[in-house]
């Protein structure tokens, strides 16, 4: 502790130089632990986003594609489900339950989401959590709305507003469904999944809509009010995909045999984790390099605490012969250049978890706004704690060079006038 003390001493008659080293060092530290908490932040996101769905069940596609436009409303489908089909599947003995999802149109860039009030029943995420109404209640009248948490804080809708869904993604004026306006009745409460943007209408509104539509574009001199189309049979005559959940998890791969299987029209079922797994795969590369460019910028931080070390021993050779005239060992001067490179890098590395969770805080509702990432500020997690303590024990290890090279001044070069 002696030694730490005369080194804290030292690096405050030092303090400029010092000052700049332990900021390198917090930058690159934060650096490296905010790419290591968004990482975990953003896999955990992606997990919590379904729990309790046992199969997704689609068009014949790619499962990482029908993964992420079916439960992340990222792309689109290539083909959508016949209802004929969808039903033989939802009444196959083994399954329990079954959520028809209609995607295509949008609200004001948020998606638009036709399904039936089983959603609401069954639809988990987060280990089995389920949907709550905040405010409000669930869709009952054919031109009823229920919105996620985002799109009413977004764009400042209340119990009651009248909406107008567009025709695809993009909402230009051409392609809005303005003779056929919703009515919000309810909005979910923050779930921090894709639930939060997405605007929840009944399947049979999707088709009430496109009662008078053709090809993406109205029937010309062909229009139903939205009184008329009331009187229409709505059922549905494809969706785009479904959530399964079946009676027991022994039954998986036999309902997802019969899907695949199915001899009607081309269809694929996925087991939800499987299909997480095999994106993390594709991203997992990514990531890595992110987190080699981060270690790297810690290096470069640590080579810049080397260089400041090394260059202050040539001003500092009278310090230590003065050390070594008043009974200092050599071992005790090797001790002091360690001990003032474990305590910069270790106040760096705590300044650096300390912006880290400043930054953090300041981004977060923007993140989860703009993303729909939810970056939760609790204690440092093991593999942060485990990058902060190999931060250390490198700076350690960086110190142990200029404390060598001071370990072998002797006094007689210390005091010497080199000409």
């Not at 290539?78 to 295509?104: E, F, M, Q, Y």
């Not at 500020?377 to 142990?400: D, Q």
């Amino acid at each position: 502790m002696a030694i730490l003390s005369l080194a804290g001493k030292s690096l405050r008659n030092r303090r400029f130089t010092a000052a700049l080293t332990v900021a390198s060092i917090a930058l690159s530290v934060a650096l490296l632990v905010g790419v290591e908490r968004i990482r975990h932040q953003a896999r955990a996101s992606f997990t919590n986003t379904i729990s309790g769905t046992d199969l997704i069940v689609g068009a014949r596609s790619g499962p990482i594609q029908l993964l992420l436009y079916s439960v992340f409303r990222i792309g689109n489908p290539t083909n959508n489900i016949s209802w004929s089909s969808w039903r033989a599947i939802a009444d196959h003995p083994k399954v329990a339950w079954a959520i028809p999802l209609s995607l295509g149109d949008s609200h004001r860039g948020f998606r638009v989401l036709g399904t039936t009030l089983d959603y609401f029943k069954h639809f988990r995420y987060a280990r089995d959590r389920g949907l709550e109404v905040a405010q409000g209640k669930v869709f009952n009248d054919l031109y009823d709305a229920v919105l996620g948490a985002e799109v009413a804080e977004a764009l400042g809708y209340r119990i009651g507003d009248p909406i107008v869904i567009a025709h695809g993604a993009g909402d230009v004026s051409f392609a809005r469904h303005e003779d056929k306006p919703f009515r919000v009745v309810g909005i979910l409460a923050r779930t921090g999944t894709p639930v939060d943007r997405t605007v929840h209408v009944s399947l049979e509104a999707i088709e009430a809509i496109h009662a008078d539509w053709k090809g993406g574009a109205p029937v010309p001199g062909q229009r139903l009010s939205a009184e008329q189309t009331r009187a229409l049979d709505l059922t549905p005559e494809a969706i785009t995909a479904g959530l399964v959940g079946l009676k027991s998890r022994v039954a998986t791969f036999q309902v997802q045999r019969f899907v695949n299987d199915y001899p009607r029209e081309p269809l694929l079922a996925i087991l939800p984790a499987v299909a997480l797994g095999e994106l993390w795969g594709l991203v997992g590369v990514a990531e890595g390099a992110l987190l080699l460019v981060s270690g790297c910028v810690v290096v470069v931080g640590l080579f810049g605490m080397l260089t400041a070390l090394l260059t202050g021993l040539n001003e500092r050779r009278r310090e230590m012969a003065i050390l070594r005239s008043v009974g200092a060992r050599p071992l005790h001067v090797f001790a002091l250049i360690m001990g003032e490179a474990f305590v910069l890098t270790l106040i760096g590395g705590v300044l650096g978890l300390v912006l880290v969770y400043a930054l953090l805080a300041g981004v977060q509702p923007l993140v989860e706004s703009r993303l729909g990432l939810f970056l939760a500020l609790g204690l440092p997690s093991a593999s942060e704690l485990r990058l902060l303590a190999a931060v250390v024990l490198g700076g350690g290890l960086i110190g142990s060079i200029p404390a060598y090279r001071a370990y072998r001044f002797s006094l007689a070069d210390g005091l010497s006038i080199r000409i």
